[in-house]
């Protein structure tokens, strides 16, 4: 059973930056695809970012394209969100979502329902 760890969360003002982690040791597999969503108050569960741990292919969101990135630890165990130039309106619960792929890659960021296994949840608040 994939447990993703999520870490890095917190305050931050309008501009700034934070960098998200989420760690499980299955990630060292080139089998998967892992994602980061997130839920802002209110809303529905929306896509942010995916990379697959085989092929090491990325895929973003509009709404965040050129602001964040995500990548894959040297060690390979965790995958890292970061995210710059914040906005009010990225404040939300920033979930972890792992799925197995015998390809390697993700294809795209996909939908919720397109993910196993689930971490607890970072909360990132950007004040304007």
């Known amino acids: 059973q994939v447990q993703p760890v999520e870490s890095g969360g917190g305050s931050v003002q309008a501009g700034g930056s934070l960098k998200l982690s989420c760690a499980a040791s299955?990630?060292?597999?080139?089998?998967?695809?892992v994602a980061w969503f997130r839920q802002p108050p209110g809303k529905e569960r929306e896509g942010v970012a995916s990379v697959g741990t085989g092929r090491g292919d990325t895929y973003y969101a509009d709404s965040v394209k050129g602001r964040f990135t995500i990548s894959q630890g040297n060690g390979k165990n965790t995958v890292y969100l970061q995210m710059n130039s914040l906005k009010p309106e990225d404040t939300a619960m920033y979930y972890c979502?792992?799925?197995?792929?015998?390809?390697?890659?993700?294809?795209?960021?996909?939908?919720?329902?397109?993910?196993?296994?689930w971490g607890q949840g970072t909360q990132v608040t950007v004040s304007s």
């Open positions: 979502a792992a799925r197995f792929t015998w390809s390697g890659a993700c294809a795209a960021v996909g939908r919720p329902y397109d993910y196993n296994y």
């Open positions: 299955e990630f060292r597999s080139i089998n998967y695809c």
